[in-house]
T-cell receptor, first 114, second 113 residues
């Protein structure tokens, strides 16, 4: 079945450091891919998405490129801020059986310190 | 604010009991999803409804059931509760059934003692 694998956290960085959170997927075909973010005490929010190979999703300084050769969708940001501290989830859209669901990775907690 | 409203925010109950979680989707959204988030299982998809009809089913236990009403709000019923059912239950909605852009509520935290 479809699955998403994320690097384990927590990841602790200093402010203005470069961020990479790795995400790889296993799926039939080329599903749409997503990064969601969950701030403390809140629900998940869509951060960015890519719907086909070589697409680059971007938002709020975060970027991720859909790489079908390596089945990856790594999240990057050039300079993190304390306000980026949250849990980040990689996900793929699964339409097996006519439904519409997101299969999520286990989440990666990011902590940014001054 | 995502526009998705979940009640109650917190619920504490005993094993063997039954609870109902309620979700109001964003205005105009026809599709509702339920997810369970626990420390050991992560985010697990439970069930999806679209305009009142069940559209997809995930890892939902037989003790759990859900429905979507004509006004599009949804309820998740959890019965014969066990300690392991303690988790954060999220509802999400989307405008249609062809998008991965879901809007999540803040969740209902269930504690089973």
């Amino acid at each position: 079945g479809n699955s998403v694998t994320q690097m384990e956290g927590p990841v602790t960085l200093s402010e203005e450091a470069f961020l990479t959170i790795n995400c790889t997927y296993t799926a039939t075909g080329y599903p749409s891919l997503f990064w969601y973010v969950q701030y403390p005490g809140e629900g998940l929010q869509l951060l960015l998405k890519a719907t086909k190979a070589d697409d680059k999703g971007s938002n709020k300084g975060f970027e991720a490129t859909y790489r079908k050769e390596t089945t990856s969708f790594h999240l990057e940001k050039g300079s993190v801020q304390v306000s980026d501290s949250a849990v980040y989830f990689c996900a793929l859209r699964d339409v097996t059986g006519g439904g519409n669901k997101l299969t999520f990775g286990t989440g990666t907690q990011l902590k940014v310190e001054l | 604010d995502s526009g998705v409203t979940q009640t109650p925010k917190h619920l504490i109950t005993a094993t063997g009991q039954r609870v109902t979680l309620r979700c109001s989707p964003r205005s105009g959204d026809l599709s509702v999803y339920w997810y369970q988030q626990s420390l050991d299982q992560g985010l697990q998809f439970l069930i999806q409804y679209y305009n009142g009809e069940e559209r997809a089913k995930g890892n939902i236990l037989e003790r759990f059931s859900a429905q979507q009403f004509p006004d599009l709000h949804s309820e998740l019923n959890l019965s014969s509760l066990e300690l392991g059912d303690s988790a954060l239950y999220f509802c999400a909605s989307s405008a249609n059934s062809n998008t991965g852009e879901l809007f999540f509520g803040e969740g209902s935290r269930l504690t089973v003692l």
